[in-house]
Each structure stands twice: as structure tokens, then as C-alpha cells.
């Protein structure tokens, strides 16, 4: 008899996971559906990585579960308010808070959570922003506050555990967390960093480590693009990062005045990557090297760029080859890449085999102060 009850115990315990899980994809078909895909992919990961964790952490599994369907319900919920269907948004609130709930009433999830077990941080940090989403948007910003810290507190002891990346850079380079565990998504930390960046700025908080952490991992990110020889999109993160430093992702492009805020420390970091993963044919440094070339066999006073005329541009521009987008480093000339860091559009150099002049006033002035105001 006692095999028999535990037979039916252990079934009883898969058909409430299969439950669980099923209930999650739903909500990601759901998501996906009202256009909600950068949400729907994130649940959907959660859906795949919950079929990872082992039977003896059933509980922190669950935990995992019910705080990503409450998520996809929070999101779910703000998409039928923006539509004007709000008995539809209410009903969805209700199940987000009774999922979050639930994970209190069962005792799910231990406030000791061991940082040397990614599953275990990983999760807990993922209960505790879901948890702080709902605490803020009920106004019990305290509380809010409270949980968001647990999570961010939790990650970052964690993250100080993984050893940075073997490069000399100014900024060390941590580890790349979604490669040291398997719950936290690219998206999900980031995403976490931004929302606990808002709820601090809202609430007259010193936000600045915070955004620093994020910061960190924009680089972790970066690096790991290069070292999988994925230029394109490493060019693409390069700008999004200059532009999170400049303050100016809202906008999306940079100017002079832009350029100038931003750190001597960071940009030169970031050249450094480049330098590093491309073994000297990329980056900021090497730009500036192939102009300073031109500027000598041509005769012209060192370091005066912005009185440089635009025939010298133009021949800079044929070097290192703007006219096109090439990510492969074989095939890409020195200097290429990094591409335009003035917009995240895609294409960026389209406008310039399109008959637009390359060389312009603003772009001159533009790379002028790029290439002339760190010590590269």
C-alpha cells in the first residue's frame, strides 16, 4: 500500500507539472498572438528550461513556473488595458497576483537560496522581480523596493563568484551570465536592470550601481558576440552600448555634443574588444591610425581633423570601406568595423552607396571628436 501511495503521489506531481507547463505555453501562444514576441520568446524559454531541472528541486522548479506565469499575466494584462479590454485586463491581474501568491503559500522558494547553484540564485532573482513588478504597479512601493534589491543583491553576489574575461581591458569584463546558468535569459537580466533602474529614478534613489551593473553586462555581451565571430551583431551592440552611455537610447542617435559625455574609459574599453577580438584589424584606434596615415602621406598638420577637407574624408572612407557592410573579418578591410556609431538603423551605410554624400559637416565633426578627444 505505501508503494502504491507513493506511485500515485509521484503522479500526481508530474500531472501538476504538466499542468503548469502546458499553462505557461498557453500564455506564450497568447503573448505571441497579441504581438507581444519578445515576451511570448521569454516564456517559451522559461517553458524549455523548466524541463532541465531535476526532480529534487521540484519546488524551486514550481517556483520558476508560477513566477513566469504570472509575468506573461502582468504583460498580458497591460496589453488588454492599452486595447480598452478591461474585464479582460482584471481577470488577468488577478491570476498574475494568485500565481505570485502561490508561491508564498506553498513555501516554494527559501530566502537562502545557495549562490553557488545557479539554478537556485537564478531562479530566486527571477520570483523576486517578478514579485517587485506586481508589489510596484499595486503602489506598495516599499515593498517594491524591497524585493527588487533582494534580486539585484542576489545576482550580483553571484556574479562576483564567476571569474571576468582573461582580456586587459580599463573595465574588467564579467562573465557572461547566460552562459553561466540556465534560467536568466540575455533579455530577462537586462529587463531587471531596466525596471529596477525605473523604480529607483521614480522614486528619488541613487540608481547609479545599478546602471553600472547593466552596463557590465551590455560588455559581457559584447564580448561574447566577438568571441563567437559575430560581428554583425556586435556592431549593432557597440552603438546601443555608446548610446547607453550617452543617454540617448530613447532617441536613438548621437551627435558631437553626445559624443562628448561620453567616458574616455568606457569608449576606449570598447576599442579595446574590438582591437583584441579582430587581432588589430578593428576598432576606434585603428580608424584613427589609418586617417593619421593619410594625414601624413598627404603632408597636412597632425591631430587637426576637423580642418581636414573633405577629399581627405573621402579617401578614409574608400580605406576603410563605408560604402558597404561586411562581417567577416577575412573579407572586411582594416578598419571597417566598427560601422557608423552614430544610429542604430539597419543598413547604416545603405544612404551612402544610395547617392547620399558620406561626407558631411556633422559626420566630419562627428569623428573628428571620436578619433581626437580619448587617448587612443
Avoid at 165 to 171: G, S
Avoid at 274 to 303: C, N, T
Avoid at 308 to 328: C, S
Wanted: charged share 25%; glycine share 4%.
Amino acid at each position: 500500500m505505501i508503494m502504491v501511495a507513493e506511485a500515485q503521489a509521484a503522479h500526481n506531481k508530474i500531472k501538476e507539472d504538466i499542468k503548469t507547463i502546458n499553462m505557461l505555453s498557453e500564455l506564450a501562444a497568447e503573448l505571441q498572438h497579441k504581438g507581444l514576441y519578445y515576451e511570448a520568446q521569454e516564456a517559451w524559454f522559461q517553458v524549455s528550461q523548466s524541463t532541465l531541472i531535476q526532480e529534487d528541486k521540484r519546488n524551486i522548479k514550481q517556483a520558476m513556473l508560477l513566477a513566469s506565469i504570472s509575468l506573461a499575466n502582468q504583460q498580458l494584462s497591460q496589453k488588454y488595458q492599452e486595447i480598452k479590454q478591461n474585464s479582460k485586463a482584471t481577470e488577468r491581474w488577478n491570476e498574475a497576483t494568485k500565481k505570485i501568491e502561490q508561491i508564498e503559500e506553498k513555501n516554494l522558494l527559501s530566502s537562502q537560496s545557495n549562490v553557488n547553484v545557479p539554478e537556485e540564485w537564478a531562479i530566486y532573482v527571477h520570483v523576486k522581480r517578478v514579485q517587485g513588478s506586481i508589489l510596484r504597479k499595486e503602489g506598495n512601493i516599499e515593498e517594491a523596493l524591497q524585493a527588487y534589491k533582494q534580486a539585484f543583491d542576489r545576482l550580483d553576489t553571484a556574479w562576483k563568484k564567476f571569474p571576468n574575461v582573461d582580456l586587459d581591458t580599463e573595465i574588467p569584463i564579467p562573465s557572461f551570465l547566460p552562459q553561466q546558468q540556465s534560467i536568466l535569459s540575455t533579455n530577462a537580466v537586462e529587463n531587471f536592470h531596466r525596471e529596477y533602474i525605473e523604480l529607483l529614478s521614480e522614486n528619488g534613489q541613487d540608481y547609479q550601481m545599478v546602471k553600472n551593473s547593466l552596463f557590465n553586462h551590455f560588455l559581457a555581451e559584447l564580448h561574447f558576440f566577438m568571441k563567437s565571430a559575430n560581428w554583425k551583431d556586435a556592431d549593432l551592440k557597440n552603438v546601443r552600448i555608446m548610446l547607453y552611455i550617452a543617454d540617448r537610447e530613447k532617441e536613438g542617435w548621437l551627435n558631437v555634443e553626445h559624443i562628448e559625455q561620453c567616458s574616455c574609459q568606457k569608449l576606449r574599453t570598447l576599442n579595446t574588444l574590438w582591437v583584441k577580438h579582430s587581432d588589430g584589424k578593428f576598432g576606434f584606434s585603428v580608424q584613427k591610425q589609418i586617417l593619421d596615415k593619410i594625414i601624413a602621406e598627404r603632408g597636412l598638420p597632425k591631430g587637426e581633423y576637423d580642418k581636414l577637407l573633405d577629399e581627405t574624408w573621402y579617401e578614409w572612407w574608400e580605406k576603410v570601406n563605408w560604402f558597404a557592410e561586411i562581417f567577416n573579418k577575412n573579407k572586411a578591410e582594416e578598419g571597417h568595423l566598427p560601422l557608423a556609431p552614430w544610429n542604430t538603423k539597419d543598413n547604416r551605410t545603405a544612404t551612402f552607396r544610395g547617392g547620399d554624400p558620406p561626407v558631411t559637416p556633422w559626420r566630419k565633426s562627428f569623428l573628428s571628436v571620436l578619433f581626437s578627444r580619448c587617448d587612443w
